[in-house]
């Protein structure tokens, strides 16, 4: 290799390592600075890039082929960054165009707001990077609710002087599979080319039972107590923030070390699953997960992973996986499928899925609707007396 070539690979590394970092030690509300992107992505740019321009121009008439635009109003850095451009590229429908500047918001064909964010104590109107509210809605305007965190780490309902605000949204944008506008925050797709991995020798390497990288230590979903209890009858090796350094990079050690691998989510939600799962699909780890949501729904199979939904508590989780430790013929058709499929969200691309997005922006006719501030909580915090603030009270180990 060059030298130029070399530094250029060290580069790399160094930058895929920084964002393993970051995900690790992300805090579970996305950042509440707010990032001032200048970007805008020129039309001719967005028109050129975008995949099915032809097909898009014949499934719609000529007013709605235009392209729509979408600003981002506050605290998108994790959705959208000028790096992802061109983001709407391969989508069905790609005449869309991403804005993030205020100045421009009367002129928008939807704003996107990101109420996951605590920056909304304000109570200005205008452009200024203060205000949480723009000036007006214009009558041909979307508002979207935006968030991809679990409820009860949103405040939203605290937004008690946001009424204008919270009665004006058009479209729900989450994570739940129910929004207007569905957003997973990854995606396992088939493999086009199956690969030929001999599992069995992989278990043989593994030197360790049980890992979890962890760095946010007290949870709504308490999987800190879960995992204490099953460590009663399993080793758990606890690494990041909340437990010992990792030896050398985290998921690299992770990867090489451990036959199990908790992807336990911090909150307990409706469609809350997170990059803690999708992240390390692709590691040689089963995974173990523990969340709100039914997997099977989200087209992840039950033989896909080990789910403590399925054990009464976690001394029979650590029962079952002592069982499989003792017995490869069991424990490898969980990484077995690994051949056949790859999370295939890039670390390259944002948290968000912005295809249907666009194709929303240009259905027609379109249909009207608004929500109610009511509506929204009522949809997004569901009520329940195994609730609290929306998200599912945990009740799977003694002492929850
Ligand atoms: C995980 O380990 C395997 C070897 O067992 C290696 O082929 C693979 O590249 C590793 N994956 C990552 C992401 O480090
Ligand atoms: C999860 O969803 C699948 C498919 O809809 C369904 O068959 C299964 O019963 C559900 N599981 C639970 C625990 O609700
Ligand atoms: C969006 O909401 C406004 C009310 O704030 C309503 O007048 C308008 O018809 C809605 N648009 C769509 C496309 O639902």
Same mark, same amino acid.
């Given at each position: ?20 970092? %970051? ?43 235009? #392209? ?48 996951? #964010? ?63 506008? %569905? ?111 039914? %997997? ?105």
């Amino acid at each position: 290799m060059r030298r130029n070539d070399k530094i250029l690979l060290a580069v790399v590394v160094l930058l895929t390592l920084c964002w393993w970092h %970051y995900l690790d030690s992300k805090p579970d509300l996305p950042l509440s600075t707010e990032i001032d992107a200048d970007g805008l992505v020129s039309p001719q740019r967005a028109i050129m890039d975008g995949g099915n321009q032809h097909v898009v121009a014949e499934d719609l008439d000529q007013k709605d082929a235009k #392209t729509k635009t979408i600003l981002l109003w506050n605290d998108y850095a994790f959705i959208y960054q000028e790096k992802y451009e061109p983001v709407f590229q391969g989508c069905a429908v790609s005449a869309c165009q991403i804005v993030t500047d205020r100045t421009r918001a009367k002129d928008m064909d939807a704003i996107v707001f990101n109420i996951a #964010t605590n920056n909304f104590a304000k109570e200005c109107q205008g452009e200024s990077p203060d205000c949480e509210i723009p000036q007006e809605k214009p009558p041909h305007q979307v508002w979207i609710f935006h968030t991809l965190e679990a409820p009860c780490q949103v405040f939203f309902k605290a937004h008690k002087n946001k009424d204008m605000l919270s009665n004006s949204f058009n479209w729900t944008f989450t994570h739940r599979k129910d929004s207007d506008v %569905y957003s997973p925050l990854g995606v396992i797709e088939k493999r086009e080319v199956p690969l030929q991995r001999d599992f069995y020798e992989v278990a043989r390497k593994k030197k360790k039972l049980v890992g979890w990288l962890v760095s946010h230590c007290e949870t709504p979903s308490k999987r800190e107590l879960y995992v204490k209890e099953l460590q009663k009858y399993v080793d758990v090796e606890i690494i990041g923030k909340c437990g010992k350094p990792c030896p050398y990079k985290c998921l690299e050690y992770v990867n090489n070390t451990f036959k199990f691998y908790l992807a336990f989510e911090n909150s307990l939600a409706e469609g809350y699953i997170t990059e803690k799962f999708y992240r390390t699909v692709n590691l040689d780890v089963v995974l173990i997960s523990r969340s709100g949501v039914n %997997y099977t729904e989200l087209g992840i199979l039950p033989n896909w992973h080990i789910n403590t939904a399925d054990f009464p508590s976690p001394q029979a989780l650590a029962e079952y996986l002592l069982a499989l430790d003792k017995d490869d013929s069991k424990y490898v058709p969980y990484l077995e499928w690994r051949n056949h499929y790859v999370s295939s969200r890039g670390l390259d691309k944002p948290y968000v899925s912005w295809c249907d997005l666009c194709a929303k922006m240009h259905e027609s006719p379109r249909r009207s609707q608004v929500y109610s501030r009511q509506e929204i909580i009522d949809w997004y915090y569901p009520p329940g007396a195994d609730r609290f603030r929306g998200c599912k009270i945990p009740s799977d180990f003694s002492g929850a």
